[in-house]
């Protein structure tokens, strides 16, 4: 029977209400980064002694999120999508109300069992473990968003359209995450300039509520979550769900969710930038404690493959594996991680070497008070401007990278997993190229922006292809493992570029300082020669760095070329 319009329109409406909780869980992975400092001052408690402690509110989000696609995907295979992305939102909307009241009475309550313990920590610490606690169960219940809803487009779709609404939801994922700190930055300065006026409306209306801030960036999930969970629930109340027998691998899921921990966080756990403030040296390379937790992490692995290998029902069957689509399309997706975080990184990095390098004459002023005020206020103004330029330059990256997933997948459904992810490798692969001939400090913002468009689409465009390799592949019973699976590659990638190429960087910023700067900094416009010539290297390796971008899409074209391949289905159509 053929295809009616109400039958193909309604998977796509479905699809809408999954990718909007799906949007609004990756933008809470990164929002907190633009309002850290603010938060920690608001609790009182001193920034310099407090920043480590309190980018757990980062780290613990991150970490949370990567577990719960572990085992989730499988268990929406055992019990049923429906009932695992009813439970995730609920989960989600619990979290985003802990981390919205964390000053009330979840402190109230993590104080009384430290009192029960013996202990009388400040309050101000308990609140803010009470946050980080409260991000922790908003990320079990967003991270398994993602490989659920990729599982669900199996279920809504036929085997042969499948590629563009799955890297759809890839492309709304990553798209999330990437603007997260733009959105709560805009919000929290918004509350801000504000506050005055929400008072006083507040008042009129006889509220006797604070004026929003950053708190409130978390009660907003909730409406939002509510009204995607009504839709969600009336939408699939007819669909049909295909259930995996057998029992869940609570051993195999416990070491490989361990190993992911003990990689991230022996790799820094930071994958993402304050666009106002980014440099090589604000990401850290290899912290101090990473090799005994890296080993840890291999050691996990180690013990999860021989696990898989002898239990009944595994988490994962690692004979999928053996599947060319399967192992090319995971191989890919590691390299397309890895060449997104080059370009998320890349960017912020040259706005903040172009403002720091540009020096302005100190004014002639008698007042100290007043020279450190006008100083404070060209700061603010500097880190005004880069945070606009820096949004604006991402955005030609990620925007078309989330609008080329659509054009990915009609590609994929025409021609094949293969050619479509050729192309798109090919594109990102000139557009890193570029980047490294071109770069300088005196670029055009133009120029750049063009760049980043051609790398974004080029990118985009594997996410769908790659998606339903792998997906496709897999059998029926497994879809929400595959789902899993497409995504932690892809931030593994992101993770282990965020690092390697951090400590490469820095490495080979300061050999060529050494080697090419001889500058007295302390003659008459020695330090402003000094900042130029360092501004210059800076560059420079930046365009290394992308051409290492270059180097790895080749890299991936290889498992492209000869590991996809069409499958004989792939423009059956679907009349009967």
Known sequence: MKSTPASVARPWLILAMICLPVFIGSLDLTIVSAFLPEVILDLGLPLQTTLDDAAWIVTGYLLAYAVSMMFMGRLSDLIGRRKVYVACLIVFMIGSVLVATSHLWPTDFLYSIFRRLGQRPAREEVTLLAIILG???????AGALVPVSLALVSDLFPRNRRAQPLGFIGAVDTLGWVLGHLYGGILVNWFATNEAGFSALLTSLGLNWPPPNWHTLFWINVPLTLLALVFVLVAMRNVKEERATGRFDLLGTLLIAGAFIALIVGLGANTELDPTTASFQDVSPLPSYAAPVLLI???SFIAFIVVERRVKDPLMDLSLFRHRNLASGALVNLFVGFCLMIGLVIVPILVN????????VVPAVSDPAELAAMQEADDDQTLANAALRVGILLSALTVPMALAAIPGGWLSDRFGYR?????????ALVGFFLVFETWTLELSDTVIALQMILIGVGIGLTFSPISAAVINTAPED??????????????IGMTIATSSLTTLALSRINALSVSTISVDISTAGGAEAFIAAYAGITVQVLGEVALIGAVLCALGLLPAIFGLRRERNLTQSTAS
Do not use: M, P
Request: charged fraction near 10%; proline fraction near 0%.
């Open 135 to 141: 991000r922790v169960v908003q990320a079990l219940g």
């Open 353 to 360: 070497v172009r403002e720091t390098s540009t020096v302005e």
């Open 297 to 299: 992490a291999l050691v």
């Open 478 to 491: 497994q879809h929400g493992v595959a789902s899993a699976l497409v995504i932690i590659l892809r931030l």
């Open 419 to 427: 050619i479509a992810t050729i192309i798109g490798l090919g594109l």
